[in-house]
C-alpha cells in the first residue's frame, strides 16, 4: 500500500492513548525486574489485559515493539472490492464529479465514492491535474542582460472614486474607459520603469519601449534582450520590431500560457496592483496617477537605512557602469531611432495628462 494513501496520524499514536514509547519501554523493565503484571499495569495507570498484550508483544518482538507501527487491521472484509474502486477512479478521472454527482452515474453510495476517492488520493479536484513542472529559477549575473516587459488592463476612474471602494453606478455608455499600466523590470537589479498609456497596441508599446531603453541607457545599463508575452503587439508590431532593431536588442518570447517564464514582470504587476491601484481609495484618476509616479520612484529608491535586498539589489544597479557590462554603449544616437517611432513618441506625448503621470520618474 502506497505511504501517501495512508492518514497523516495512521503511523502516529492516538489521541487517547495512555502510554507512548518511553511508557511502554517503562512497562517492560519493570516486569523484567520482578514486579508482577498487575502491579506494573496499576504503576502506568493502564489494565492488566493491555499490560499483558504490550509485554507479550515486547517478548516476541523486543525493541521492535516499541516502533510505530499503522494502525491498519490487518484484514479488512467488508472493504470496496477493487472493481468498483476501478470505476469510481474512471468515472472521477473522466467525469472529474464530486461524490454526489457520481453516486447517480454509478448507483454507489456517496459515502462509499467519498471513502475510495480518500483512499486513492482524488478526493480534491487539483489532485486529477498533473504535478505542475519544478520551478527554474534564474537571474542573470549583470543588469541590462534581460529586462520584462508586459503590461496590465485598469478601469480608470470617475469622479468620487472606483467600485472597488464606494458602490457606486455609472450612467451611460462605455464607463470611464480603460488604462494600461506598461512596465519594463531589470532581471538582476528588479529596477522598474513604468508608464501610463491609452492602449497596448503596436505604437504605444512601440514608444514605451523606446522610452525604457532610453531610461537604461541614461544611468549606463546597456539592454541586450527583452522577454515579453506573445501579444500581437509584440510578435508582429512592424514599430516594436524596429525599436529593437535600432538598438540591437533579442527579443524572447514566453511558451503560450506560461506567464511564469515571465515571473518577474506579473511579481512587479501584482506589487502595483496592491501597493498602489488597489492600496487606498482615489477621488479620481488624476489622484491615482500622482499617486503612480510617487510609487514607482519610492519603489526604485528604498530608504539609504534599509539594509534589505531591494537596497542592495538598486545599490547593485546603480554601480554599474559601462565597463562592467564588457562593452561600451553608446549614448542613444537619434539617427538610430527611426522616423516613425520618434513620431509616436510624438504622439504619445501629446496626451493630457499631469505631470508626473505618464513617465515612472522625475529625474
Not at 461524490?99 to 486513492?120: C, D, E, K
Not at 492600496?279 to 499617486?291: F, H, L, T, V
Request: one cysteine or more.
Amino acid at each position: 500500500m502506497n505511504s501517501k494513501r495512508h492518514k497523516e496520524g495512521s503511523l502516529v499514536s492516538h489521541s487517547r492513548a495512555k502510554l507512548n514509547a518511553y511508557g511502554r519501554r517503562l512497562l517492560c523493565e519493570r516486569i523484567e525486574s520482578g514486579f508482577p503484571v498487575r502491579v506494573a499495569a496499576r504503576m502506568v495507570g493502564i489494565s492488566h489485559a493491555r499490560a499483558y498484550i504490550i509485554w507479550h508483544r515486547y517478548t516476541a518482538e523486543r525493541e521492535a515493539a516499541f516502533q510505530l507501527r499503522s494502525s491498519r487491521p490487518h484484514r479488512s472484509p467488508r472493504r470496496t472490492s477493487p472493481r468498483i474502486e476501478l470505476r469510481i477512479e474512471r468515472a472521477r478521472r473522466r467525469k472529474r464529479w464530486g461524490p454526489l454527482r457520481l453516486q447517480w452515474l454509478l448507483g454507489i453510495a456517496r459515502s462509499t465514492i467519498y471513502a475510495v476517492l480518500r483512499r486513492l488520493g482524488l478526493s480534491r479536484r487539483r489532485d486529477l491535474d498533473p504535478a505542475p513542472p519544478p520551478a527554474r529559477r534564474y537571474e542573470r549575473p549583470t543588469p541590462g542582460d534581460l529586462i520584462h516587459v508586459d503590461t496590465k488592463k485598469l478601469g480608470r476612474l470617475v469622479p468620487g472614486g472606483g467600485k472597488r471602494f464606494w458602490d457606486l453606478k455609472v450612467t451611460g455608455h462605455g464607463g470611464a474607459g480603460w488604462e494600461y499600466v506598461h512596465i519594463a523590470v531589470d532581471d538582476r537589479s528588479r529596477v522598474l520603469y513604468a508608464e501610463r498609456l491609452a492602449s497596448e497596441r503596436a505604437g504605444d508599446a512601440a514608444s514605451f519601449l523606446a522610452r525604457a531603453l532610453a531610461y537604461f541607457a541614461d544611468r549606463g545599463v546597456q539592454v541586450r534582450q527583452v522577454m515579453t508575452d506573445n501579444h500581437f503587439s509584440y510578435t508582429h508590431g512592424r514599430l516594436f520590431r524596429a525599436v529593437r532593431e535600432a538598438w540591437g536588442i533579442e527579443h524572447i518570447t514566453i511558451p503560450r500560457y506560461t506567464p511564469r517564464w515571465n515571473g518577474k514582470a506579473e511579481a512587479a504587476i501584482g506589487i502595483l496592483l496592491r501597493e498602489w491601484a488597489y492600496a487606498r481609495p482615489y477621488m479620481d484618476n488624476r489622484a491615482r496617477a500622482i499617486a503612480f509616479s510617487r510609487f514607482v520612484h519610492s519603489y526604485n529608491h528604498p530608504a539609504s537605512t534599509a539594509s534589505s535586498e531591494a537596497s542592495h539589489r538598486c545599490n547593485d544597479f546603480s554601480r554599474t557602469s559601462t565597463t562592467s557590462v564588457g562593452t561600451t554603449p553608446s549614448p542613444r544616437p537619434r539617427h538610430r531611432t527611426p522616423v516613425h517611432a520618434r513620431a509616436v513618441r510624438d504622439t504619445s506625448r501629446s496626451e493630457t495628462a499631469p505631470r508626473g503621470e505618464r513617465l515612472g520618474f522625475d529625474d
